[in-house]
C-alpha cells in the first residue's frame, strides 16, 4: 500500500497494512496510520524539531517492542534528522525530527506506535522547553492517586506563580508540565523537580514518594522526577499507548475533568481511544496548547 502525503508529496510504503497491532477491537496498522495522519494538525506543533525516540512494535502490542534512537538505515532522505553525541562516546545519534505529515506516517508505518520526544528543541538540545512530572502509581494506587497528587503538585507551583498542565499518560498515570518562558538549562530544571517532588513527599508521606525503589511505591503515587534529563524522554501528547489489547491516547485533560473523575471513581473519564480523541479534538480543539513552548 502506498500513502502519500498531501502535503509533503512523499511516497510511504506500507507493508502489511491489515496486520492487527492491537487485538482488541482489530486496530490494524491502517488504522495507526490513518489516526496518526488525522491527528496531525494538532501534534505536530508540540513535535516540531524535538527529537524522537520511537518505540516499535513489529508484531503488535503482544509482540516484541524496541526503542528506536537512531534513524535506521532504510530512512528515507527527506527525512529530517538531528545528530547527537552518544553520553559515552562513540558515534553520534541520529534522531529523528518529526516535522510533517509523511515523516509521521513513516513512523506509524514501523509501527512505531509510541512516539516519546525529547523536553528540548534542536539545536538548543540543553535547553528544555518545560518541567515535566511523570506520575506513576505503585502498585495498590491507580489513576485516581495520580489525580489527587497531581492537585497537591498544582497547588504548590502556583505558590511558586508557575502554571502547570495535565495529560494523561494512556496508561496508568497522569503527567503535569510546567512551560518555561526563560531560557534554563537541564542542570537547573532537575534540582528543581526533584525539590518539588521531595518536598511532597516530606508532606504527605501516605500518599506520595520521589524514589524509584518499587518496595517504597506500595500503595503511593511516584513523582518521576528524573524525566527531566537531557537524555530522557517522555510520552508524547496525542501520541497512541501500547499498554494494552486496545489502543489508548496520551490526552490533554483539564483540571475540572480530573476533579470529576476523582468525584465518580470512573477511570472512563480519563481513557480516550483513537476515535474519541479525534471527536474531542474536533468538539474542544487542542487544550495542550496553553503549554506550547
Known amino acids: 500500500m502506498i500513502r502519500r502525503s498531501s502535503r509533503a508529496r512523499h511516497k510511504v510504503a506500507v507493508s502489511d497494512p491489515e496486520k492487527v497491532l492491537y ?3 482489530k486496530f490494524t496498522k491502517r488504522d495507526v496510520i490513518a489516526y496518526y495522519q488525522r491527528v496531525a494538525r494538532f ?3 508540540h513535535f516540531r524539531n524535538r527529537p524522537v525516540t520511537l518505540k516499535r512494535y513489529p508484531d503488535g502490542v503482544h509482540g516484541e517492542a524496541f526503542y528506536e534512537k537512531d534513524a535506521p538505515g532504510f530512512t528515507p532522505e527527506w527525512v529530517k534528522s538531528f545528530a547527537v553525541p552518544r553520553r ?3 558515534p553520534d545519534i541520529n534522531y529523528i525530527l518529526i516535522n510533517d505529515v509523511a515523516t509521521l506516517t513513516w513512523a506509524a508505518s514501523m509501527a512505531a506506535l509510541e512516539l516519546h520526544p525529547f523536553l528540548h ?3 538548543k538540545i540543553e535547553q528544555p522547553t518545560h518541567v515535566v512530572f511523570d506520575l506513576d502509581p505503585g502498585e495498590g494506587a491507580n489513576i485516581f492517586n495520580c489525580a489527587q497528587v497531581a492537585f497537591l503538585l498544582r497547588e504548590l507551583l502556583s505558590k511558586l506563580h508557575l502554571k502547570s498542565f495535565a495529560k494523561v499518560s494512556g496508561s496508568k498515570g497522569i503527567q503535569l508540565y510546567v512551560p518555561l518562558n526563560t531560557p534554563v538549562t ?3 530544571t532537575q534540582p528543581f523537580a526533584r525539590a518539588i517532588a521531595e518536598l511532597l513527599e516530606r508532606e504527605h508521606r501516605s500518599v506520595v514518594v520521589s524514589e524509584m525503589a518499587k518496595n517504597l511505591r506500595i500503595g503511593k503515587v511516584l513523582i518521576d522526577w528524573s524525566q527531566n534529563a537531557d537524555h530522557k524522554t ?4 496525542y501520541s497512541l499507548r501500547a499498554k494494552r489489547p486496545r489502543p489508548y491516547i496520551s ?3 483539564k483540571w475540572e475533568e480530573l476533579n470529576k473523575a476523582i468525584q465518580k471513581q470512573h477511570a472512563e473519564f480519563l481513557e480516550f ?3 474519541a480523541a479525534l471527536q474531542r479534538l474536533k468538539r474542544v480543539g487542542d487544550l495542550s496548547r496553553q503549554y506550547l513552548n
Open 23 to 25: 487485538p482488541a477491537g
Open 251 to 253: 490526552m490533554p485533560v
Open 273 to 275: 481511544t483513537p476515535d
Open 186 to 188: 537541564y542542570d537547573a
Open 234 to 237: 517522555t510520552v508524547g501528547v
Open 121 to 123: 528543541r534542536v539545536p
Open 88 to 90: 559515552e562516546g562513540g
Open 43 to 45: 501534534l505536530l506543533p
